[in-house]
């Protein structure tokens, strides 16, 4: 499966974005119908974290600390889609944005769960 992230960009602390990640591949169909899906993100100079994770039918979700109550995440199975609805953004928040397919069906935050991984989208938001 190809994972396609795109939607970032300059944002105002405070300000709101939505970032998207398009599926496609011979395997997607299959893979965005079962598999749990992730969003992680890396700063400058740091270590990529986990920020949220959405189960095969959406129907769970987790998110880091760190983004809990700014952040959701969402999948439209039928557009093979990604979504992180990112609000009250702060400059913590830059960093690169990755999304990432698990091996599994139900979130998880474990970096080690998720074996297909897109190019990532910046994004970066001003005080």
């Known amino acids: 499966v190809q994972l396609q992230a795109s939607g970032g960009g300059l944002v105002q602390a405070g300000g709101s974005l939505r970032l998207s990640c398009a599926a496609s591949?011979?395997?997607?169909?299959?893979?965005?119908?079962?598999?749990?899906m992730g969003w992680f993100r890396q700063a400058p100079g740091k270590e990529r974290e986990f920020a949220a994770s959405i189960s095969w039918n959406g129907g769970s979700t987790t998110y880091a600390d760190s983004v809990k109550g700014r952040f959701t995440i969402s999948r439209d199975r039928v557009k093979n889609t990604l979504y992180l609805q990112m609000n009250s953004l702060k400059p913590e928040d830059t960093a690169v944005y990755y999304c990432?397919?698990?091996?599994?069906?139900?979130?998880?935050?474990?970096?080690?769960?998720?074996?297909?991984w897109g190019q990532g989208t910046q994004l970066t938001v001003s005080s």
């Open positions: 591949g011979r395997t997607s169909g299959r893979i965005f119908s079962n598999n749990a």
């Open positions: 990432a397919a698990a091996r599994r069906s139900w979130d998880t935050s474990v970096t080690s769960e998720y074996n297909s």
